[in-house]
């Protein structure tokens, strides 16, 4: 293990030819979480000077669209977008690019320029995760995959709940790459859950059939939701305790 991991990623980065030593942060991370397939769709938020999105155009050879507040100088099968991730128009202009279906793929490694102080970058972080995470949720196919970086700090815990809310698996990772000192984590999440149903929010419903393990069955906007100890006929109050890409769960209340 080389001495001092930034010099050893800065120099490997130049040697092969990366725009930034970030680009193996989003190589651990696809390699430990399978994320980026051949043909995958991938959208990067955040994406200057352009390190991830030459990963993402390696690994995926299809769409990957970059989006940056600063220019990103031309990349072989890469499209740029520059703008805000935070406003609409430039979800929008993202939409316009990518296929009717969506994105496979949502990456954001978006960063505000630090101020030095740390609980005000880590309110900004988190507003910058939570823009790319709302961009997610309205880019993304259905079972797509989400990767972002965050500040550490007292609203973490917060956001991963929330990204816990919209995908299936989710998990805090710190890359090898990652600085040792630096505060980044990464969120990833897989497989988009389906979005009739909100985590924890309370529902009355009608139990309409059984499951084969004696759950309740109810339907909330068509989406299948297993209660158990429910019976067939009841009305009641649930709370949504699991969600899935197919099917959620709710615990009667
Ligand atoms: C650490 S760099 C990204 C490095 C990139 N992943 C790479 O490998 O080359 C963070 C980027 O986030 C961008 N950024 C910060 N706030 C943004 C925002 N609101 N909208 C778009 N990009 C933003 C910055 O301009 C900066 O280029």
């Not at 102080?117 to 709302?134: E, F, K, P, T, V």
């Amino acid at each position: 293990m080389p001495r001092d991991r930034r010099d050893y990623y800065y120099h490997k980065a130049r040697k092969e030819g990366y725009r930034s030593r970030a680009a193996y942060k989003l190589k651990q991370i696809s390699e430990r979480f399978d994320l980026i397939h051949k043909g995958s769709t991938v959208v990067d938020l955040g994406a200057a000077p352009g390190g991830w999105c030459q990963v993402a155009q390696e690994l995926s050879g299809g769409k990957v669209v970059g989006v940056d507040l600063l220019s990103i100088k031309e990349i072989e099968g890469v499209e740029t977008i520059k703008g805000d991730i935070r406003l609409d128009t430039t979800i929008e202009t993202i939409r316009g690019l990518i296929k009717k279906e969506g994105a496979d793929v949502v990456l954001c490694d978006a960063a505000p320029n630090l101020s030095g102080s740390w609980s005000y970058d880590h309110g900004r972080s988190i507003d910058l995760a939570s823009s790319a995470l709302m961009c997610a949720k309205k880019i993304l196919k259905p079972g797509g995959g989400f990767a972002v970086k965050v500040f550490q700090g007292d609203m973490f815990p917060d956001f991963l709940r929330t990204v816990k809310g919209v995908f299936e698996k989710v998990q805090a990772f710190s890359p090898e790459a990652s600085r040792k000192a630096s505060a980044e984590i990464y969120v990833i999440g897989k497989n988009l859950i389906n979005d009739a149903v909100t985590l924890d929010q309370v529902y009355t419903v009608t139990i309409e059939d059984m499951g084969a393990d004696g759950d309740g069955i109810a339907k909330i906007n068509d989406l299948v939701v297993f209660i158990k100890r429910a019976k067939k006929g009841e009305t009641l109050k649930i709370r949504i305790r699991e969600i899935k890409t197919k099917f959620a769960f709710g615990d009667i209340i």
